[in-house]
């Protein structure tokens, strides 16, 4: 080992030698001037010099540098130490520390090796790495810093765990499926088209929406300076909401501008106020959606239809871009998604496909899992018979589940848009069975599932064929000469025409009726009036000339999309995006189980009910007799809905007026199927009772008496205090019908 001595006066300190791949053949020692007596190290005057450990030893010797000093130093252990060279022995890679940590820590190790300098210089150069490694391994670490005392709070992150390799590998084959599945959804959606259809039914409705909302921009246009003041609104609102966001990114706790809504189930993850982001999307949709509804009510000068439409589909457009409807701006989704790595997708894209196969081309949107139920074994269970069959309807006698009834039987009018097993749904839910208990002899009309064969079966076709058919048989079946009707939804806008007919021929079998969320004047009809005027009647009849009826799957769309956020969109992102099968649910298995419409019956339905309004009007005419509703004079009893949306309770209350005879309006909670189909075992929902319909529908419901739970007891009493007389239970097949097959029959069976 070979030590070299400089002059010290004046010397200036060389900057620390780096490993390098070939060491010099004499390493030198450059001495450096010492520092001002600093502590630990040796006194004043005293001189020091660095030592390097070379990591491999040159020929003729082993490059060390001795510490060379005119006085005895003291202990190098004690010394202050200088930032040293690092050893070309270095250790293995260590995580990375603080700068200056790092610097305290290779000055220990300088004063390690100063200090056993003469004790390795005959180590050979794999005992010199060993002794540089351990020195390496026992340097102090760096003690942990405390946090700052105020720490900002970071917003809060998805929780799930992050990818690895493995995990996007997973993501890019179900990438690659996803893909598949796309193009098979393609096909299905392609394939269902019809030969020669040019006309788009969705382009159609686009273009109507279109032209609806720019009559709406037209008004707003034509008045600048509001204009500019609604456009300064909607602008200061999504700056106050961008700058309480910024607020709460740099940590402050600071209130929503927008506060989220308890009732709007799309935004319930806590993510949507938690994180800023998702807090801020929120915010910024709901008070953009709100202020272009605003805008359309305020809109001067529009015809009533208009406004209507363009509140509809201001609201349709709300629902669709709706930051909850994607993956990238929906926290539950892409949480879903991280989770599944993309299988989810896969899966909503696999049902997706089969639900456009199932639609022939159309989304028939599953709601529930079909697959639970059988008809005759979990739904419409209720014991009874086929009696009689026409083209268009096959009639149920119900069997007696008491040993007496009363005299007059009631026969059930259900809509033909639906199936009529919504008041058979199970043995809780059926107010079929329910009816049977009570001592009544229940008939129900089940309506055919058409084909292209029946297309020219009108509304006329469907009185004759249907209601009056069934009436004859129930008198047959039964031998009573009166009978109590009753009609659900459009089944009773039938019934209602047919007792304008009948009072024109002075036939009087009917003595009593109900009609259940039943419309007969359309000047108020809700949102369903946004679907039909003559430019949709005329694109209709194009789309039903080819195949002679309207899909089923089309009506539930329509329905469907009366109310997107809870019977859509929700279904939809729930299904095809998280890739969850619905859960079973006998309501809404019902409502998917769709039913074809006559094309006939459907064109004179749509233009003499909502376009003309001519029943409540005096001016629709069947075969040949013009009816009015005034000359039927029989007691009514008149359900309405209160949240119904396709029979709204003001139009209901508006049409009930057109009656000749005395009527009892009654107001149930809930909705169109909820607000009928409630059983008193439930206790649900409330009923209210006012007297008759006079006057406005406001000042009516203001002083109406609240009933708590189910209506059905209070239309019992009413029903049965009309004919009180009672007569043996009459059993299915007895009379002069015989039995054709079990309830519920063949019609019911067919699928849309």
Same mark, same amino acid.
């Given at each position: 080992m070979t030590a070299q001595r400089r002059s010290p006066a004046g010397a200036k300190r060389r900057p620390p030698l780096h490993a390098a791949a070939e060491p010099e053949a004499e390493p030198r020692?450059?001495?450096? $001037?010492?520092?001002?007596?600093?502590?630990g190290r040796a006194a004043a005057g005293e001189r020091t010099s660095t030592l390097t450990l070379e990591g491999r030893a040159p020929k003729g010797g082993g490059a060390v540098k001795k510490p060379v000093a005119a006085a005895p130093a003291k202990p190098a252990a004690k010394a202050k130490p200088k930032k040293p060279a690092p050893a070309v022995a270095a250790p293995a890679p260590r995580p990375a520390v603080a700068k200056d940590a790092e610097a305290d820590r290779h000055a220990a190790l300088e004063a390690a090796a100063a200090l056993l300098a003469g004790a390795v210089e005959e180590l050979s150069e794999e005992q010199r790495r060993l002794l540089v490694d351990r020195l390496a391994r026992r340097a102090p670490e760096p003690e942990p810093q405390p946090a700052p005392a105020a720490a900002r709070q970071k917003p809060p992150a998805l929780t799930t765990a992050a990818p690895n390799a493995h995990d996007f590998e997973i993501f890019a084959e179900n990438l690659a499926r996803l893909v598949d599945q796309g193009r098979k959804a393609l096909a299905a959606a392609i394939g269902g088209m019809e030969p020669g259809d040019t006309r788009s039914e969705l382009a159609s409705n686009v273009a109507d929406a279109v032209k609806t909302l720019g009559v709406v921009a037209e008004r707003w246009m034509a008045k600048p300076d509001q204009a500019y003041a609604a456009q300064a609104t909607l602008v200061a609102g999504l700056t106050d909401i961008w700058s309480q966001t910024l607020r709460r990114f740099s940590g402050e706790d600071t209130p929503p501008i927008v506060p989220p809504d308890p009732n709007d189930k799309r935004f319930a993850a806590p993510e949507w106020n938690d994180n800023p982001f998702f807090d801020w999307l929120r915010?910024?949709?709901?008070?953009?959606?709100?202020?272009? /509804?605003?805008?359309?009510e305020r809109t001067e000068g529009l015809d009533?239809?208009?406004?209507?439409?363009?509140?509809?589909?201001?609201?349709?457009?709300?629902?669709?871009?709706?930051?909850?409807?994607?993956?990238?701006?929906?926290?539950?989704l892409l949480r879903a998604t991280l989770d599944a790595r993309g299988e989810n997708l896969v899966r909503g894209m696999k049902m997706l496909t089969e639900d456009l196969s199932a639609g022939h081309g159309m989304l028939k949107l599953r709601q529930s899992d079909e697959s639970k139920f059988e008809l005759g074994v979990d739904m419409a269970t209720t014991p009874g018979k086929v009696v009689y069959r026409t083209p268009v309807m096959e009639l149920i006698q119900y069997a007696p589940s008491t040993e007496t009834v009363y005299e007059r039987p009631l026969l059930?009018?259900?809509? %033909?848009?639906?199936?009529?097993?919504?008041?058979?749904?199970?043995?809780?839910?059926?107010f079929v069975r329910w009816a049977t208990a009570q001592g009544l002899t229940v008939f129900v009309i089940s309506w055919v599932n058409p084909d292209e064969s029946q297309?020219?079966?009108?509304f006329d076709a469907y009185m004759k064929e249907g209601v009056l058919a069934a009436l004859d048989a129930v008198q047959q079946a039964t031998g009573a000469k009166h009978v109590a009707a009753a009609g659900y939804c459009v089944g009773g806008t039938m019934l209602a025409a047919t007792l304008a007919y009948m009072a024109e021929k002075g036939d009087d079998r009917i003595d009593s009726v109900t009609f259940l969320a039943t419309q007969v004047d359309f000047t108020d009809a809700g949102d369903m009036q946004v679907f039909i005027d003559e430019a949709r009647l005329a694109a209709l009849d194009e789309a039903m000339s080819r195949t002679g009826y309207l899909e089923g799957v089309k009506m539930a769309t329509t329905f469907n999309l009366l109310r997107p956020n809870e019977l859509f969109w929700t279904y939809f992102v729930n299904n095809y995006m998280k890739g969850v099968e619905p $859960?079973?649910?006998?309501?809404?298995? %019902?409502?998917?189980?769709?039913?074809?419409?006559?094309?006939a019956n459907h064109l004179f339905y749509l233009r003499y009910c909502y376009i003309e309004n001519a029943?409540?009007?005096?001016?629709?005419?069947i075969d040949g007799v013009t009816l009015n509703l005034r000359k039927v004079k029989i007691p009514i009893y008149e359900l309405a809905a209160k949240e119904d949306h396709?029979?709204?309770?003001?139009? !209901?209350?508006?049409?009930?007026?057109?009656?000749?005879?005395? !009527?009892?309006?009654?107001?149930?909670?809930? /909705?169109?199927?909820?607000?009928?189909?409630?059983?008193?075992?439930?206790?649900?929902?409330?009923? %209210?009772?006012?007297?008759?319909?006079v006057g406005l529908y406001e000042d009516w419901a203001k002083t109406a008496h609240e009933n708590k739970g189910s209506w059905w007891g209070d239309w019992l009493a009413w029903i049965t205090a009309q004919a009180p007389q009672r007569v043996p239970a009459r059993i299915p097949g007895d009379g002069k019908l015989k039995p054709l097959c079990d309830a519920p029959g063949e019609y019911v069976r067919v699928r849309g």
């Open positions: 020692v450059e001495p450096r $001037a010492a520092p001002a007596a600093p502590k915010q910024s949709y709901a008070l953009t959606t709100r202020w272009a /509804g605003d805008a359309v009533p239809q208009v406004k209507a439409k363009a509140a509809f589909y201001t609201r349709l457009v709300a629902s669709a871009l709706s930051p909850s409807n994607f993956v990238a701006t929906n926290p539950e059930i009018v259900p809509p %033909w848009i639906n199936k009529f097993y919504v008041l058979d749904l199970n043995r809780e839910k059926s297309a020219e079966k009108g $859960a079973a649910f006998d309501l809404l298995t %019902w409502n998917s189980d769709c039913t074809r419409i006559p094309r029943l409540s009007q005096g001016r629709m005419v396709i029979a709204p309770a003001r139009s !209901v209350f508006t049409g009930a007026k057109y009656f000749g005879g005395e !009527v009892r309006y009654v107001l149930a909670g809930a /909705g169109h199927i909820a607000g009928v189909v409630n059983p008193p075992a439930k206790n649900k929902y409330q009923y %209210w009772t006012g007297g008759p319909p």
